[in-house]
């Protein structure tokens, strides 16, 4: 007879014999969960790169010769930094492309000379040239900034100055944002164009009378310089397979600090900290 004396009375049921026990079931299911979730990972890269690949090739190209990069810039004029002018830009371009080679020729670029990854608000790549010599192009929303590199030293610093035009491009969207807080018509329009402020504030006189506390301590933030020292922003950013949470930090006269959030490149919050 089987001692059953450890038995409390409680009403499991016996496993049966050649079941799978309940801790061997969750760990199938969370594996199997886990699986689905990096499978879609890696598929969300490989078609954004497909879709990149194609953009920075036709960068490449209008960068090739002097007129298509002049083009390029009355496109995107904010590809050059704060103290960069045309005629800097051109001849710092013209040194690269003796050391670049020729661009690709088609829509689409080999994996071996292309790295792309997605960015909150856009992506980042890497396309490689002859020698040492690459180049960068970032994409904010609808800007575009590259950067050419002739050499290992300077593709070493390619993904800071990358990462420092994307968070100073984050900065003013926040800015932008903040302004718009400085009268109830602008803010009521703030509020009709991202949905996703429902989230925190669930009806617009709500998200109003919010605008109109915050209104004072940001009086100044319209007269601010676009261009911000780097301990003057600050980023967190959290990522998952369906899409990224940025919280940017903007510091303002007298020590307070610009909130803003975005979940899945939508503004969800705003607000003084």
């Known amino acids: 007879m089987v001692d059953s004396s450890w038995d409390n009375g409680g009403g ?29 990972a890696i598929g969300t890269v490989q078609r954004r790169t497909r879709e990149i690949g194609p953009v920075v090739a036709q960068v490449a190209r209008d960068l090739s010769t002097d007129e298509g990069a002049r083009g390029f810039l009355k496109q995107h004029p904010e590809t050059l930094e704060e103290d960069d002018t045309e005629a800097v830009f051109l001849q710092r371009l013209g040194s690269w492309r003796a050391r670049f080679g020729a661009p690709p020729q088609g ?16 992506w980042r790549a890497y396309l490689k040239g002859e020698g040492e010599a690459w180049l960068g192009v ?3 929303g609808k ?32 800015l932008e944002a903040g302004r718009s807080l400085q009268d109830d018509a602008s803010a009521r329009q703030l509020y009709r164009e991202n949905p996703a402020l429902a ?31 780097p301990n003057e922003v600050s980023t967190e950013v ?7 949470r940025v919280v940017l930090r903007v510091r303002l006269e007298g ?19």
Do not use: C
Request: charged letters at 25%; glycine letters at 8%.
């Open 238 to 244: 959290r990522g998952t397979p369906f899409g990224y």
């Open 138 to 140: 970032l994409a904010v």
């Open 199 to 229: 989230e925190r504030f669930p009806s617009e006189a709500a998200f109003l009378e919010e605008a109109t506390r915050l209104r004072t301590s940001l009086k100044g933030l319209q007269l601010k310089a676009v261009v911000l020292a």
């Open 107 to 122: 829509a689409s670029v080999s994996k071996e000379r292309l790295r792309a990854m997605p960015r909150p608000f856009g």
């Open 255 to 273: 020590g307070q600090r610009l909130r803003v959030v975005w979940n899945r490149d939508r503004l969800g919050d705003i607000g003084l900290e």
């Open 143 to 174: 800007a575009l900034h590259v950067f050419p590199a002739i050499n290992a030293s300077e593709r070493g610093r390619l993904t800071l100055h990358m990462e420092k035009a994307w968070k100073r491009a984050l900065a003013e969207m926040a």
């Open 12 to 40: 499991s049921a016996p496993v049966r014999s050649g079941g799978f026990p309940v801790w061997m079931k969750v760990a199938l299911v969370l594996g199997l969960a886990a699986a689905v979730l990096v499978a879609v």
